[in-house]
């Protein structure tokens, strides 16, 4: 911006966020309420009445007909004899380009909380014939507090705008196209449920799905490769979950999700088979966990939800989602540094070595097991002991995550509270294929 802008009418400028073509973004302060307000204003070098103007005249007509929790909020709409501008609700938080950047991929439990309040957007946006068309990262916000919201309707499609589509040579939009937009053909709602895919896929990856060398490489890979499976690189994430996203990346937009609220109700029945804790406060600790914001943020350990507590199934978990219970509960009871250190030690591939646990504390407590027809015992990333002999295990009181491995079983997850002086027995049955193993290795 060659020319600072220091005002809008009220509205005292903090800081320019972006430029583009054809509007500039401004942090900004209403002086007569003392709030923080973002301007998105028509840039000084376009007339008013140029045609390149009705873009963002539109962008304030489409807003005006969303309101839900998870899309930006349009406040005021300011035109003057030489310009205009849309004054946007401000989200104290990140854009998910941010969230990529800083994380490379989410836990599990926080990339199916975001996935679920982008689609619940999506689906109240396409509810009134409206499509995004443009779900990049740097287009959803995600507050410190754990809202998801989405932005950027400059380039919506409703039953007024032009269904032609040019591909751009921008690498980074080329990634989230549906096959049918690449091609410039009429798109509709599932265009956006494709780019949910995308998003999902690369949440949870770390990479996206398509990419290329160039915007060109990736539309063709887009148009013809099928996506590879999540758990080829993942092999721990339920089939189930690698459906629902594969799902979403169908090319033929028939065989998609039919609409984001039927994706919405899928990812919330993934969710909840791993967590009932509310979307909010996984998504906070998750900006605590990858350290976009500090500790401070989190709820009081009071107000910590009951569902952190309870047990971790076997089914449909990861190891990535036991650890972000075992950090969040880390952090909220306090005197987590260890659990906290084993978490991360876990989610960077290193293997804990055999042998006692280092913390001997006062007051410990202490955990039996009894599996059947034996098991490896890991606690908190460690290996400790292995059955059948099911001799006290001492543990400091609080929150530990018990591993059960046997090698022609799938691991057994629990999540164990102990009080001071308690004594808890763990029995469980090992799933063996093809009967009970005689002999331990």
């Known amino acids: 911006m060659t020319t600072p802008i220091e005002r809008f ?55 005006g ?15 003057t004899d030489d310009s205009m501008w849309l004054v946007l609700e401000h989200i104290d938080g990140f854009t998910l380009e941010q969230v990529i950047a800083k994380a490379g991929k989410l836990a599990l439990p926080a990339a199916l909380a975001l996935g679920v309040e982008l689609a619940h957007a999506l689906s109240h946006v396409h509810g009134r014939g409206i499509v995004h068309k443009r779900l990049l990262p740097s287009n959803v916000m995600v507050s410190r507090r754990g809202e998801v919201k989405l932005i950027d309707f400059g380039a919506a499609l409703d039953d007024k705008s032009a269904r ?20 410039g053909e009429p798109i509709d709602a599932r265009a956006d449920v494709f780019a949910v895919g995308v998003l999902l896929y690369q949440l949870l990856s770390g990479a996206r799905p398509f990419d290329g060398p160039d915007a060109r490489t990736t539309g063709h890979r887009i148009r013809h490769e099928p996506a590879p499976s999540l758990r080829s690189t993942l092999p721990d994430l339920p089939r189930s979950l690698d459906r629902l996203v594969l799902r979403c990346l169908e090319k033929n937009p ?28 996984l998504l906070t600790y998750e900006l605590v966990r990858i350290r976009l914001i500090g500790d401070a943020a989190l709820p009081r350990p009071a107000a910590a939800s009951p569902s952190l507590l309870r047990e971790v199934g076997p089914k449909g978990s990861l190891r990535s989602t036991a650890i972000v219970h075992l950090v969040l509960l880390a952090l909220l009871l306090g005197g987590g540094a260890l659990i906290q250190h084993r978490a991360q030690a876990t989610r960077e591939g290193v293997v804990a070595t055999s042998g ?15 599996a059947d027809p034996w098991a490896h015992v890991l606690v908190n990333g460690q290996h400790v002991e292995t059955t059948p002999f099911a001799r006290p295990i001492p543990l400091p009181a609080g929150i530990h995550y018990v591993t059960l491995q046997h090698p022609q079983a799938p691991d057994e997850r629990r999540v164990v509270r102990l009080a001071p002086g308690e004594t808890v027995l763990l029995d469980v049955k090992m799933q063996v294929e093809g009967g009970s193993a005689a002999t331990t290795n």
């Open 9 to 63: 009418g009220q509205r005292r400028v903090l800081e320019p966020l972006s430029t583009g073509p054809l509007a500039d973004v401004y942090r900004a302060i209403d002086e007569r309420t003392q709030r923080e307000v973002v301007i998105k204003a028509l840039r000084p070098t376009i007339p008013k009445s140029s045609p390149f103007a009705e873009k963002l005249t539109r962008e304030a007509e489409i807003l």
């Open 65 to 79: 007909r969303l309101h839900h929790q998870n899309v930006v909020r349009l406040l005021e709409v300011v035109t």
């Open 164 to 183: 032609g589509f040019e591909l751009e040579g921008s690498f980074e939009s080329a990634a989230y196209m549906a096959p049918e937009q690449i091609l």
């Open 254 to 281: 028939d065989d998609r999700f039919p609409n984001a609220a039927t994706l919405a109700s899928a990812l919330e029945t993934a969710l909840r088979a791993l967590t009932p804790t509310p979307r909010s406060e």
């Open 356 to 370: 006692p646990l280092e913390l001997r504390p006062q007051a410990a407590g202490s955990l039996r097991v009894v």
